[in-house]
């Protein structure tokens, strides 16, 4: 049988609970409703990572890189410089150029495919600059947002899934899911390209409302299907242990 290399999430609790970790050169999506913990499960996934010599790159496409670093600040109180500095961990954010005004679809169809080619030109010049082996984007949602037909969104999706996976990397999707929405992303789609999916949430815990993370799916993975609430705190995420829930 071949044999599975894990590495660590970085979240305190988790791997036990998906054989050791996410699989070295899959596509993950970390997704949630806003306010969930996506940006601090994908910082967390960088920073440990870094901790133990693997160079990591976080791409923005909504948030400015000083707003981000600001929001790890102030969710951990990690001073990220000295990081930077050794070339553990490289960010850079990536403007959508989508048209403001109505265009038709062959015109959209252009901007969306020329966007996509600038976003993997960008992770493949990120993860260059500093070899990185584990890398987020943050978000995809930017896409689906855009992308209007079903078939052009699922295409350029997986071009993207798939060249992420031919550079070798160990990489995180952020997706986010509308407040009304029951699916697992914005458009419904790329849950099923990805190799997992983590869903974060808030649910009722032991007669409290927690932040919660249940493994929707992972491939090659026998993985726990409970719900497991997590905490943030200043030394990262931890998931707290329910008893009946405690070896998976």
Request: proline share 3%.
């Amino acid at each position: 049988m071949e044999k599975i290399e894990r590495i660590t999430t970085g979240v305190k609790g988790l791997d036990e609970k998906m054989q050791g970790g996410f699989y070295r050169g899959s596509v993950n999506l970390i997704t949630g409703k806003t306010g969930t913990g996506k940006t601090a499960f994908s910082s967390t996934f960088l920073f440990q990572g870094a901790l133990k010599g693997e160079p990591g790159f976080y791409m923005s496409t909504e948030e400015r890189v000083e707003d981000i670093r600001g929001d790890i600040a102030a969710m951990f109180g990690w001073d990220l410089s000295q990081i930077e500095k050794k070339k553990l961990l490289n960010f850079i954010y990536v403007k959508p150029t989508f048209p403001l005004k109505s265009i038709n679809t062959e015109e959209m169809n252009k901007f969306v495919k020329l966007y996509l080619f600038d976003i993997t030109d960008q992770v493949v010049k990120g993860i260059k600059a500093n070899d990185a082996k584990r890398v987020v984007i943050d978000s995809v949602s930017i896409i689906e947002m855009f992308v209007k037909d079903e078939y052009l969104s699922r295409t350029v999706l997986i071009q993207l899934v798939e060249k992420l996976k031919s550079l070798g990397v160990t990489v995180l999707l952020t997706g986010t899911i509308p407040e009304t929405s029951e699916a697992l992303s914005g458009g419904g789609i790329i849950e099923y390209i990805v190799d997992s999916v983590i869903k974060l949430d808030f649910l009722p815990v032991a007669e409290d409302f927690k932040r919660t993370l249940t493994i929707r799916k992972m491939r090659r993975t026998d993985h726990s299907v409970h719900i497991h609430p997590f905490e943030i705190g200043k030394s990262g995420i931890e998931i707290i242990e329910i008893p009946q829930y405690k070896t998976r």
